[in-house]
């Protein structure tokens, strides 16, 4: 009977070893395409607004900045203009900046990259 069983738990745990080593990749769990990044055509109402829109407003609005964004308002361009460098170092995890998106990982390489080449180019309000 116990020659019949150690087959059997060998195998299992060793699928289980094997199957538990799964390692979550960014660039497998969300592709991005080749060519899809556009860093070109950068707007504030059509790359930037919508960007914070998905991962920043829900705590840096103008109505839930004071409870859960440090007071940190990022609704309008005015507000993001005056805080670009502190929204850069959040989104890179960089400095002295507390990283965003809280508890989450980083943005992904284009975001940062177009919330970048928007600073670069004088904070359009297009």
Known sequence: MKTKIFPF???VTISLAVLSCYYDNEEALYPT???TCDTLN???SKTIAPMLANNCLSCHSNTTAAVAGGNVKLQDYADVKLKAAAVA?????TGPYSPMPKNG????????TQFDKWVAGGYLQN
């Open 42 to 44: 950068i707007s504030f």
């Open 105 to 112: 990982g980083m943005l992904s390489a284009c975001l940062i």
């Open 9 to 11: 738990v060998t195998i």
């Open 89 to 93: 170092g959040s989104i890179k995890h």
């Open 33 to 35: 395409l080749a060519g």
